[in-house]
C-alpha cells in the first residue's frame, strides 16, 4: 500500500520560502509511471494544483504559480519536494502531495494523497 | 473563482438518491476526462470516480459518475450518514498549456 506524507515547517514568515517534503512509502519513485504532485488548499476553500515531477526529474507547474514554484525529487531517499518563495498570507493553505496515475489512454487522477500540512504565513 | 462549477451545497436523507453537477468548458470537460474526489472532515481528499464514470475498488456501487458535453454529474444512490462530506469534480484543462483545475467543492449534508 503506498503511503505519502508531507513534513516541513508549519509557519512561514511573508516573502521567505516554504519549503515542504513527501515521503514516499510502499512504492519506489524512480520505478516511474507515476506523476508526484503538490496541491494546496486554502482555509474552508477547494483545491488548487501546483505542479508535479516525475522521477527523472521534468517537471510541470501550474501557470498561476510557475515563477514561485520549484518542485525536485530525490530517488535516494524516495522523496520530492516543494519550494515557493516569495510567500505572502495568501499561501497559507493546506499542502498535500499526491500520486497520479494514468489510464492507459483515458485520463489520469490522484489515487494516492498525504495526509496534508498546514503552513501559515504569518510574521 | 474555481475553473470548474460545481452548486455549493446539497442535501437529501438516509435511501435517498441525489446528484452533484460539475460544469466546465470545452478546455477541460469537454476534452477530458473527469474525476470525483470525496472529502471527510478534518481528512485528505480520497479518489471516488475516474475516468468519467469508473469506480476504484473498495467505492460502493452507490457511487456513479456520468459525463456529456462540458459538464459532469455525480449520483450517490441509498444516501447514507457517512456520505457526509465535500465532494471535488477535477480534470486536466488544456489551455494555458495545461493544468489540473478543481470544481469548488459540494458539501453534502445528510438530514
Known amino acids: 500500500q503506498v503511503q505519502l506524507q508531507e513534513s516541513g515547517p508549519g509557519l512561514v514568515k511573508p516573502s521567505q520560502t516554504l519549503s515542504l517534503t513527501c515521503t514516499v512509502s510502499?512504492?519506489?519513485?524512480?520505478?516511474?509511471?507515476?506523476?508526484w504532485s503538490w496541491i494546496r488548499q486554502h482555509p474552508g476553500k477547494g483545491l488548487e494544483w501546483i505542479g508535479y515531477i516525475y522521477y527523472s526529474g521534468s517537471t510541470y507547474y501550474n501557470p498561476s504559480l510557475k515563477s514561485r514554484v520549484t518542485i525536485s525529487v530525490d530517488t535516494s531517499k524516495n522523496q520530492f519536494s516543494l519550494k515557493l518563495s516569495s510567500v505572502t498570507a495568501a499561501d497559507t493553505a493546506v499542502y498535500y502531495c499526491?500520486?497520479?496515475?494514468?489510464?492507459?489512454?483515458?485520463?489520469?487522477?490522484?489515487?494516492?494523497w498525504g495526509q496534508g500540512t498546514l503552513v501559515t504565513v504569518s510574521s | 473563482q474555481s475553473v470548474l462549477t460545481q452548486p455549493p451545497s446539497a442535501s437529501g436523507t438516509p435511501g435517498q438518491r441525489v446528484t452533484i453537477s460539475c460544469s466546465g468548458s470545452?478546455?477541460?470537460?469537454?476534452?477530458?476526462?473527469v474525476n470525483w474526489y470525496q472529502q471527510l472532515p478534518g481528512t485528505a481528499p480520497k479518489l471516488l470516480i475516474y475516468s468519467n464514470n469508473q469506480r476504484p475498488s473498495g467505492v460502493p456501487d452507490r457511487f456513479s459518475g456520468s459525463k456529456s458535453g462540458t459538464s459532469a454529474s455525480l449520483a450517490i444512490s441509498g444516501l447514507q450518514s457517512e456520505d457526509e462530506a465535500d465532494y471535488y469534480c477535477?480534470?486536466?484543462?488544456?489551455?494555458?498549456?495545461?493544468?489540473?483545475?478543481f470544481g469548488g467543492g459540494t458539501k453534502l449534508t445528510v438530514l
Open positions: 477535477a480534470a486536466w484543462d488544456d489551455s494555458l498549456n495545461g493544468q489540473w483545475v
Open positions: 510502499g512504492g519506489s519513485i524512480s520505478s516511474g509511471g507515476y506523476y
Open positions: 499526491a500520486r497520479e496515475q494514468d489510464t492507459d489512454g483515458s485520463g489520469s487522477y490522484f489515487g494516492y
Open positions: 470545452s478546455s477541460n470537460i469537454g476534452s477530458n476526462t
